[in-house]
């Protein structure tokens, strides 16, 4: 059964001093209070309840509705539009049920999704919620699209403010100059200021009508500004023309304390390089953002398909570390998922080498099928191979991710044979590996930027791995943290064992690494703790795995893997 005073029952330790305050707890503020909030924000405070609440019996039961949002579950689009709605959530509080099919509702909570969500639309509702959540001493969740992985858009017993609708223009500059006359950017190409909580989809409509590519998500559902760009962003550009958090110019950002600055080279310049890959939802929320643009050139790419003839993975595992180990010569010639500016006949020769080595498994123990592909433009090339909407994923799975550099790849063959076998796991563990194209080339020389926050680990990453599992509704918890204990130490460990003193990339993470700090910082660690103590210094911006969360600690509630937050 669904009910609000469901959640005070559960609370506990709310009413000590260094915790947030929970609802239920002495210290939460009474229904009045909100009253005040939502007048000072016309109205736009939401009571929130969770997406599938129609399945459940109580107030809000609604077959059809109901019904409706099993069909959208896993529907990105579908989940960001929902205040807290999660394309890849941290728990399976409330799932949608399959009524036609007989299935009877089991319990929905809110979980670890926040209470409350101010709709905001003008940046002052933003700065009036967070000052609400300071006064009252409430959890603060700020949140776009709900995209992030690793829990940050989540908040027990938060007030969130959902910043998607705050959008005022996507602008195109022909010819970029700085907004305060900075000259330390010598940029003078094109570039698209974006103000607001837009997708890539947006952005995309704006640069692809004028043939210009820009670096962005290959989905276009993530959100611009945010996390994404915040915490790195990989692109089927970045190869050529580096990762996103490199293309930022200059920034407005609202801090903690409801000011509105300007960073760039010259003003505020610590800021601009810790948003510049330092992650989101640390130091302060950006209401726009000027992004570098690069006119269009033509694409080639190639397909190239191996399915295993028979029941030989061995040949099969042998053909994937071939793939892994010519892959930085490669990228140094030119290539990655998306090759501009290059001709067919320069593609050939570059792949010959590897297809030479796969030839000795075709049609013996394996069929290797290549094909190549040649696009005039960049959007063109994005429309047909990228920009597909990806299913989103479901609580129970788990992730980590590992940058790959060129001695790791190319250095000793056996050992990435071995590492390889490892993540590839048993048949039985379906397993996923999701090999990214997205570093060398521009992500490498970039590294000379002084001004970039992201993981240094970055400049010598050629590739990035997703390993993931998932595991059964009806398993248990036993077999959830086998799964998860897999993930984190036996097949992520196998690739940090390959990889010493590279990292992993922040934004498609595993939310249970022990060595989040050193992982998906390296050693900007400290450098980004002193940058968010100057702007955020009461640390009102938390979020799991962020700069500054190891000051706080969540608590858990009895069988729950997520409660209230308190200070360590
Ligand atoms: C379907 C899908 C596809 C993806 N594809 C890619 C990809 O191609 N390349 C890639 O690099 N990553 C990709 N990712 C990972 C993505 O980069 C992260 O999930 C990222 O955190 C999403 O950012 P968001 O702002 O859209 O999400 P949100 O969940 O809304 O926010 C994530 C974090 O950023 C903060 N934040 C949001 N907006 C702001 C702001 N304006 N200022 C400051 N902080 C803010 C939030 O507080 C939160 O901490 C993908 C993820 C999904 C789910
Ligand atoms: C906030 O006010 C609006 C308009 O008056 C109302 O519709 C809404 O239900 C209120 N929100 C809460 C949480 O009370
Ligand atoms: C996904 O959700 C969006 C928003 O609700 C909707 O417009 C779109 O049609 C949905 N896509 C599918 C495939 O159902
Ligand atoms: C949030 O605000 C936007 C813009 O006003 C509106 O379109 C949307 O329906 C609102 N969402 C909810 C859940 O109230
Ligand atoms: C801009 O150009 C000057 C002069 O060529 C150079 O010294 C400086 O490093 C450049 N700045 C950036 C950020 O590239
Ligand atoms: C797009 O731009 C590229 C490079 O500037 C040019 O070669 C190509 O002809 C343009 N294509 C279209 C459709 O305008
Ligand atoms: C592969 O192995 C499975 C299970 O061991 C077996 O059922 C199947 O027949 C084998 N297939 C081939 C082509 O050898
Ligand atoms: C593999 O063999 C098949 C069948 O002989 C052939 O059609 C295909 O082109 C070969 N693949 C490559 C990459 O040469
Ligand atoms: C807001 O915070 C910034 C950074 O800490 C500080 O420089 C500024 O003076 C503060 N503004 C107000 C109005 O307190
Ligand atoms: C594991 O599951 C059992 C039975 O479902 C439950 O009693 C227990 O609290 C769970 N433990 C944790 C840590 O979630």
Not at 134 to 148: A, F, S
Not at 222 to 246: E, K, W
Request: glycine share 10%.
């Amino acid at each position: 059964m669904w009910s609000l005073l469901a959640l005070a029952g559960l609370t506990y330790a709310s009413a000590q001093q260094s915790c947030k305050c929970t609802p239920g707890g002495a210290c939460w503020p009474a229904i009045d209070t909100w009253n005040a909030l939502n007048s000072s924000v016309s109205g736009k405070l939401i009571e929130n309840t969770p997406p599938a609440i129609s399945c459940y019996p109580g107030p809000y039961q609604d077959g059809e509705k109901c019904a409706y949002v099993y069909s959208q579950w896993y529907n990105s689009t579908f989940q960001s539009s929902e205040p807290v709605g999660y394309v890849y959530p941290t728990d399976d509080n409330c799932p949608p049920v399959d009524l036609s099919s007989g299935k009877r509702p089991g319990t929905c909570t809110l979980g670890p999704a926040p209470l409350y969500t101010v709709n905001a639309t003008e940046p002052h509702e933003l700065a009036t919620g967070m000052g609400f959540a300071k006064e009252n001493n409430i959890r603060l969740v700020v949140r776009n699209t709900g995209h992030d992985i690793l829990g940050k858009s989540e908040g027990y017993g938060a007030l969130q403010i959902w910043i998607k609708y705050i959008q005022k223009g996507i602008t195109y500059h022909e010819q970029y100059t700085s907004s305060n006359n900075c000259k330390n950017t010598n940029w003078t190409g094109s570039a698209f200021t974006i103000a607001g909580g837009y997708i890539w989809e947006d952005v995309y409509k704006e640069a692809f009508k004028r043939n210009l590519t820009i670096v962005g998500g290959g989905d276009p559902t993530v959100g611009c500004i945010g996390g994404y760009v915040q915490g790195g962003g990989h692109s089927p550009a970045s190869r050529d023309y580096g990762l996103a958090a490199d293309q930022v110019l200059e920034a407005q950002v609202m801090l903690a304390n409801g000011t509105v600055v300007t960073a760039n080279a010259c003003q505020n310049p610590d800021l601009y390089f810790a948003i510049r890959g330092g992650g989101g939802g640390s130091y302060g929320v950006a209401l726009s953002m000027t992004l570098k643009a690069y006119p269009s050139k033509p694409v080639v790419a190639q397909s190239l398909a191996i399915q295993s003839l028979g029941n030989n993975t061995d040949a099969l595992l042998e053909a994937i570390t071939d793939i892994h180990a010519e892959y930085p010569t490669i990228s140094d010639a030119g290539f990655s998922v998306a090759a501009m500016g290059k001709s067919a006949e320069q593609a050939e020769k570059a792949f010959a080498p590897l297809l030479q080595k796969l030839q000795r498994y075709n049609g013996t123990s394996l069929f290797v099928s290549v094909q190549n592909m040649q696009f005039p433009t960049y959007p063109a090339y994005y429309r047909a191979m990228s920009g597909a909407h990806q299913p989103g994923g479901s609580a129970n799975s788990a992730l980590s991710s590992r940058m790959f550099d060129k001695r790791s790849l190319t250095r000793d063959r056996k050992s990435l044979r071995r590492m390889i076998s490892v993540i590839a796991g048993a048949p039985e563990e379906y397993t996923l590996n999701s090999v990214e194209l997205v570093g060398g080339g521009k992500v490498l020389t970039d590294g000379h930027d002084r001004y970039s926050g992201v993981n240094p680990a970055w400049r010598s990453t050629y590739m990035v791995n997703v390993v993931a599992r998932g595991w059964a509704d009806s398993a248990d918890n036993v077999t959830a943290r086998a799964v998860k204990h897999d993930i984190t130490y036996r097949k992520g460990g196998a690739m940090k064992a390959l990889t010493p003193g590279l990292g992993s990339y922040m934004n498609e993470a595993d939310r249970n690494d022990p060595d989040w700090a050193a992982d998906f910082y390296g050693t900007n660690y400290q450098r980004l703790s002193h940058i968010k103590q100057k702007y955020d210094s009461e640390n009102m911006f938390y979020c799991p795995t962020c700069v500054g969360s190891e000051k706080y600690e969540q608590k858990r509630l009895p069988g729950k893997e997520y409660g209230p937050l308190c200070a360590v």
